[in-house]
């Protein structure tokens, strides 16, 4: 059976808090709650999710870790655990930090719970468009890596494209705007990036002009993942193709690709995993793209072995068909004389 874990200073905290424990008072007041996912806040703009579950054998709501699977009775015991498992330190407002979209500037738990929201971050003041727009126009004529890069005025954003040779387009920001709240899209070679330097692509939130601006200078200087290149698995790409597929089947009992092939019988051939961080800095293949030599050198390998049996086969039948000749001279030979 699945352990519940609860802070167990909850029922002290009752008795001088005239409020009743937030995730029960939760579950009172909004039941339709039930399957939906909610987000602690443990930074601005980092969360750990979990799921919030109503089970009625024991008439108790409960919210799941995503990440682990444990099933907390309190948001208090969920918070005290993942301080435990040193995701944070110090200590946690659950009716502040509680939000649920994956967006800390949104409504929280103390804005369904207590009529008004009460602040926990620190806020700061966003950039906004034309501040933005001037910062770029100024790195434009002062930073030789930025004279190429080209800006263009959306209605809600501004897009920042950078080209690459023969004036392609290699990376392509968008920072969009919601009011005050701020965010990014970034897609390198035509694919979505899902994190810039650790900040989540698609959350609006408040951005400041110094955060933003590391953030297109990063996007500025970082290079593309080179893939994994397949100089010396030739024979690995004429087995395999354009796509490396799993052993195991999925759901719908097909093999998923896990990696694809670029730049086919190209000088740049490489092959990109689904999952490439695509941004690198200091080095030239992501974390993820190079764990696929491993699995080339293993393709090949296995290949070798498959071919081995078929070579000594063919090997001993040529043996075996000269000794059976030479027999049969032999025994004409002695017949004859």
Request: with cysteine; proline share 2%.
């Amino acid at each position: 059976m699945k352990r519940v874990l609860s802070d167990c200073t909850n029922s002290q905290v009752l008795k001088k808090n005239k409020h009743p424990e937030a995730l029960q008072e939760l579950y009172n007041l909004r039941p339709e709650f039930n399957g939906k996912p909610v987000y602690f806040f443990y930074r601005k703009t980092q969360y750990r999710e979990g799921l919030l579950i109503y089970d009625k054998q024991d008439r108790t709501f409960y919210v799941f870790d995503k990440k682990t699977n444990e099933k907390f009775d309190t948001f208090a015991s969920w918070i005290k655990f993942l301080k435990i498992k040193k995701i944070f330190s110090g200590e946690r407002s659950a009716l502040a930090t509680i939000f649920f979209e994956p967006n800390s500037s949104g409504s929280n738990l103390a804005s369904l719970l207590r009529t008004r929201q009460t602040p926990y971050w620190k806020n700061y003041n966003s950039a906004n468009i034309a501040e933005v727009t001037l910062l770029i126009k100024s790195f434009k004529t002062s930073r030789q890596e930025f004279f190429d890069v080209g800006i263009r005025e959306n209605v809600d954003g501004i897009s920042v494209i950078f080209f690459g040779k023969e004036q392609k387009i290699e990376k392509y920001l968008i920072i969009k705007w919601q009011e005050n709240l701020i965010s990014y899209e970034l897609n390198i070679l035509e694919k979505r990036v899902k994190k810039i330097n650790g900040i989540e692509t698609g959350i609006a939130t408040e951005r400041t002009l110094s955060e933003i601006e590391k953030t297109i200078c990063y996007i500025s200087v970082a290079k593309i993942c080179t893939g994994q290149k397949t100089e010396g698995f030739e024979k690995v790409v004429q087995l395999r193709g354009t796509h490396l597929v799993r052993n195991q089947k999925n759901s719908n009992n097909f093999h998923e690709p896990f990696a694809i092939l670029e730049n086919r019988s190209q000088p740049h051939e490489a092959y990109r995993r689904l999952d490439c961080y695509l941004l690198v800095v200091e080095v030239n293949i992501c974390e993820n793209c190079k764990k696929l030599k491993d699995t080339l050198i293993k393709i090949k390998n296995r290949n070798l072995m498959n071919d081995l049996p078929v070579k000594v086969t063919h090997a001993s039948q040529e043996i075996l068909s000269k000794k059976v000749q030479f027999q049969r001279k032999v025994f004409i030979y002695r017949i004859r004389y």
